[in-house]
């Protein structure tokens, strides 16, 4: 059997993998089209925080092992541009302008997702820049050095944004980050958003919300940034206003697409070609909150779904769950975690949200180091569900977070939650833990 697989990254790699593990007889074709395979895109801001360290610690596997030892045909420097479903054939072209075409019997479209530019003047600047792949960060990072960058402009404001803020403080670069939108993290609950602006502005950064992008022009050796009502300078300028699916070539094989024209898939990773399966940052899943289609472009989520499409192919069935949309990072001294829906995105599904939020400590009374942990907790009031919780602190934020997405996974009650046994030692948190506090508050309330 031939099985091709478009993208070289997590969830590409992931199933080229298994499945030679499930069956080395299975003749496995990876086409990737840049050079760089198998590494952790997630570590790339932590990574420009340090000059001393080397971008490519961040490659977890090369791609010589891949061929080598697991026996892959992995082909980087290659460029599908188009998928025949009726000849059940791939084509596109290599860096160095040649043309090439493969047969397949299974199809796997890893495409990942791309960087989001304003349609706007000046975003073709040298200056400007996102962080997307491995090669965005080299690139970042060397002229941050090359060009002695000392004054930055975000565009955005979301995960990457806010910890791309840490990692230009710490290189000594005066930030400044701008969004159209009036509200500073409108998916975050306004008590706990505080407590991260309050983070920023006490770490120097420049928070400008409410102001439309109008262009980029050259000034200097830097560029401006043009706002409704506002001008900022800028050495570089690190556009950071979200990411799309990479579906156009999937659409354009006739493809069905879903949530945020991402390739639509089936609990199995199929899509609405039975021999061709899609999953990633380019395709589509379910919410276990919910049983409703989302786009949630997260690591685990791609890995995780690269394993049930090597499955599938090789003849055992797999179906995923779903996902409860965990994700959690970090913002100077703050750690901020989500699992699950907040109030608004509960209403908009159809359930009758309460929510409630507490401040607590992050260890036993009287403990040394104990510092505050806010938690917005939200369920259904008909049902007593569990839907989701945010929480934000400077520890024990990070970890905690895996209990909700296990509650949620399997659709726990609030009381039921909140009569878990969960780990007690001073050091660690109060007797009450934080969510056990969080949920009993929320038993009242519904």
């Known amino acids: 059997m031939k099985f091709v697989i478009i993208g070289g990254d997590a969830a590409g790699m992931s199933a ?218 800028a050495d570089m300028v690190l556009v950071a206003s979200g990411v799309k699916p990479c579906s156009e070539m999937a659409r354009d094989a006739g493809l069905d697409l879903g949530i945020s024209d991402s390739i639509a898939v089936d609990r199995y990773l199929r899509t609405s070609d039975e021999d061709i399966y899609a999953a990633g940052d380019c395709a589509d899943t379910y919410h276990v909150v919910t049983d409703d289609k989302c786009w949630i472009p997260l690591a685990l989520i791609a890995n995780r779904a690269g394993w049930a499409v090597a499955d599938n192919v090789c003849g055992t069935q797999t179906r995923l769950q779903g996902v409860a949309g965990t994700s959690v990072f970090k913002v100077f001294s703050l750690e901020v975690a989500r699992s699950g829906l907040n109030c608004k995105e509960a209403a908009d599904a159809g359930f009758d949200p309460v929510e409630n939020s507490v401040k607590t400590r992050s260890r036993a009374h009287g403990h040394p180091g104990s510092t505050p942990i806010h938690i917005n907790m939200v369920a259904d009031k008909k049902t007593g569900r569990l839907l989701g919780t945010q929480m934000v602190g400077k520890e024990g934020v990070a970890h905690r977070i895996n209990a909700i997405a296990v509650a949620l996974h399997n659709k726990m009650t609030v009381e039921d939650f909140s009569q878990s046994d969960l780990a007690y030692a001073p050091p660690f948190g109060p007797v009450w833990d934080p969510l056990l506090t969080a949920a009993n508050q929320l038993v009242k309330k519904i």
């Open 16 to 233: 080229a993998s298994r499945a030679k593990r499930k069956n080395p007889d299975v003749d496995v074709l990876v086409l990737e089209q840049t050079h760089d395979v198998s590494y952790s895109a997630c570590g790339m801001p932590y990574n420009i925080s340090d000059p001393q360290r080397d971008m490519e610690k961040l490659v977890v596997r090369r791609a010589e092992v891949f061929i080598e030892k697991n026996k892959i045909n992995l082909l980087t420097g290659h460029r599908v541009t188009a998928i025949d479903r009726a000849a059940k054939k791939v084509t596109g072209i290599t860096v160095q302008g040649e043309s090439f075409d493969f047969d397949y019997d299974k199809l796997f479209i890893a495409t990942g997702a791309s960087a989001v530019f304003p349609d706007l003047p000046g975003f073709d600047l040298p200056q400007i820049m996102a962080l997307k792949s491995l090669e965005d960060g080299k690139r970042i990072k060397s002229y941050i050095k090359e060009k002695n960058v000392k004054k930055a402009v975000i565009i955005g404001m979301g995960y990457i944004a806010l910890e791309m803020c840490e990692a230009f403080e710490k290189r000594g670069v005066k930030t400044s980050m701008v969004k159209p939108r009036p509200i500073f993290l409108p998916w975050l609950n306004k008590d706990l958003a505080d407590v991260i602006h309050e983070e920023l502005i006490d770490k120097g950064i420049d928070i400008h919300t409410g102001y439309a992008i109008k262009k980029i022009e050259p000034s200097g050796n830097g560029v401006r940034v043009d706002c409704e009502g506002l001008t900022l300078e």
